[in-house]
């Protein structure tokens, strides 16, 4: 939250160089606090689970916030019941006429396939090109981030041939950008994909700041520099069992599936998993919401 402070102290114009938000006592004075609109389109599988953690890290703040989950109408989820998804959630039709001061496009499990294959890509591409002008800041993660950097920037994926799978450590690259504020110069974030975006694409678009990346498993937090659109390529939101989950449910299924790497004491299943990643994971989304969408959406929506 911003710090008020007079306007003529020297501090604030030393620590608006160093873009830590300071607000005079005349603007506070006329700020008006309202809930925000927060909406989630949810595309995991498991989306009780999904949703549930993405509640927890959007509650670690002080301000009220208002929930809407949205579905696919073009696709129907074959891992939650019927009752769930009709009395929790809303269609694209019933909110395409509201605004929203934040969306979260969540991954999903179809990264082996080319975007316009997907059953629900043009549905996706009607809800992203929405988000333009009814949404004030969208956070994209994991293939929500690979379909929002190609519909909306032009920018391609490309197959592993491998899964990074586990915990990695990754780079801040900005020490003043509001989404890395109160950062450590390392941080640790869950991947679980097939999939990357390449660093060079990235750099290369004149509307795009990469900010922070891994040595070892490549781009992680990208941004709009208008702050728009924020894209992540790992699942910050993933619980302490989520890649546990994941691992056993695919040796069930015979697939030939990697120990997480970083995950497991000793990168042994038997052993308990060491949670490295839940401190940043609530400061990004503490972040996302204070400097992306609460300073920058219009108190009348």
């Known amino acids: 939250m911003p710090i008020i402070i007079p306007k003529t102290l020297p501090a604030s114009e030393i620590l608006r160089q160093e873009n830590i938000f300071v607000m005079n006592k005349k603007r506070a004075e006329h700020q008006d606090i309202r809930p925000l609109e927060i909406i989630i389109l949810n595309l995991m599988p498991e989306k009780v689970e999904t949703e549930t953690q993405l509640i927890r890290l959007l509650s670690n703040t002080p301000l009220q916030v208002n929930l809407t989950l949205l579905k696919t109408s073009s696709y129907k989820s074959k891992n939650v019941s019927v009752e769930h998804l009709n009395s929790f959630y809303k269609t ?31 549905e996706l591409v009607d809800i992203m090109n929405y988000s333009q002008k009814h949404v004030t800041s969208t956070l994209h993660i994991c293939w929500g981030a690979q379909a929002g950097l190609y519909h909306h920037y032009g920018i391609e994926k490309f197959l592993l041939n491998k899964k990074i799978f586990g915990i990695y450590d990754h780079k801040r690259l900005s020490d003043t950008h509001s989404l890395l504020r109160g950062f450590d110069t390392s941080f640790k974030m869950p991947h679980s994909r097939y999939s990357e975006i390449r660093k060079n694409d990235i750099i290369k678009h004149e509307k795009l700041e990469l900010l922070s990346y891994s040595e070892e498993v490549g781009v992680c937090l990208v941004s709009s520099k208008d702050l728009k659109h924020i894209f992540i390529s790992g699942h910050p939101e993933y619980n302490q069992e989520s890649l546990a989950g994941e691992y056993f449910r695919d040796l069930d299924k015979g697939v030939n599936i990697s120990i997480p790497k970083n995950y497991f004491g000793g990168d042994d299943p038997k052993n308990s998993v060491n949670v490295s990643w839940r401190g940043h994971a609530h400061l990004l989304f503490s972040n996302w919401i204070n400097y992306c969408v609460y300073q920058l959406t219009p108190f009348y929506l």
Do not use: C, R, S
Request: hydrophobic content about 45%; overall charge negative; charged content about 30%.
């Open 92 to 122: 694209f039709d019933q909110i395409k006429d509201l605004n929203f001061d934040g969306m979260i496009i969540t991954g999903a499990p179809v990264e082996h396939m080319a975007f316009e294959e997907v059953d629900y890509w043009d």
